[in-house]
């Protein structure tokens, strides 16, 4: 059972930064990984995916302040989330395709205060 690990959340003041972990229990060399946010009364939205190759793709509305990156000798993703806003207050989740299924990490809370 491959597990996903987030980790860096925490509390934060509009402007500031923080940098998201997702540690994966089996290599990620070959998977796409993404991190997804959900805010409360939300629907589960994409933020950024990252392929095996290093391309990147980000949500329009963090594109410019959130750069994602992978460490495939770590098995680890990162989401480093710069100029942060009230409006990404969310649980953040990494998730990855791994042998046909779709795995999800638990979450980790930012707060974005004003």
């Known amino acids: 059972q491959v597990q996903l690990v987030e980790s860096g959340g925490g509390l934060v003041q509009a402007g500031g930064s923080l940098r998201l972990s997702c540690a994966a229990s089996r290599s990620i060399l070959s998977i796409t990984m993404r991190w997804y946010r959900q805010a409360p009364g939300k629907q589960r939205e994409l933020v950024a995916g990252i392929t095996r190759g290093g391309p990147t793709n980000y949500a329009t509305s963090v594109k410019g302040r959130f750069t994602i990156s992978r460490d495939n000798a770590k098995n680890t993703v990162y989401l480093q989330m710069n100029s942060l806003k009230p409006e990404d207050t969310a649980v953040y989740y990494c998730?990855?395709?791994?042998?046909?299924?779709?795995?999800w990490g638990q979450g980790t809370q930012v707060t974005v205060s004003s």
């Open positions: 998730a990855g395709i791994f042998y046909g299924s779709l795995i």
